[in-house]
Nanobody, 128 residues
Framework: VQLQASGGGLVQAGGSLRLSCAAS????????????MGWFRQAPGKEREFVAV????????YYADSLKGRFAVSRDNAKKMVYMQMDNLESEDTAVYYC??????????????????WGQGTLVTVSS
């Protein structure tokens, strides 16, 4: 199974980026629509932190409190894709962004150890 994150890059503060995560292989081929898909990020010298998660139903989404209103997570189950639109970016958003997957939904969805599958990460750099 594989999660491939893409869409990172260099952007000025106040700009936007859209990250994508493609799921492929193994259990994702038939059961992608049973997985909760999360986004985490890790800034230099800091621990990995929760950003957002979208449940398998594509409707329910949850965000880190500090990011509400600027980030929006979505998914396309038919394409086995997850997206995160990031607007009004700030220098503090600079980090490697990872997509992650777990079957079904966990109450403690913000904990990285709840996710079984991880992508390789995509770097977002916001210049001030």
């Amino acid at each position: 199974v594989q999660l491939q994150a893409s869409g990172g890059g260099l952007v000025q503060a106040g700009g936007s980026l859209r990250l994508s995560c493609a799921a492929s292989g193994g259990t994702f081929n038939g059961d992608f629509n049973t997985f909760s898909m999360g986004w985490f990020r890790q800034a230099p010298g800091k621990e990995r932190e929760f950003v957002a998660v979208v449940r398998a139903n594509s409707v329910s989404t949850y965000y880190a409190d500090s990011l509400k209103g600027r980030f929006a997570v979505s998914r396309d189950n038919a394409k086995k894709m997850v997206y995160m639109q990031m607007d009004n970016l700030e220098s503090e958003d600079t980090a490697v962004y990872y997509c992650a997957a777990r079957r079904y939904f966990a109450v403690n969805y913000a904990s990285a150890n709840q996710y079984n599958y991880w992508g390789q990460g995509t770097l977002v750099t916001v210049s001030s």
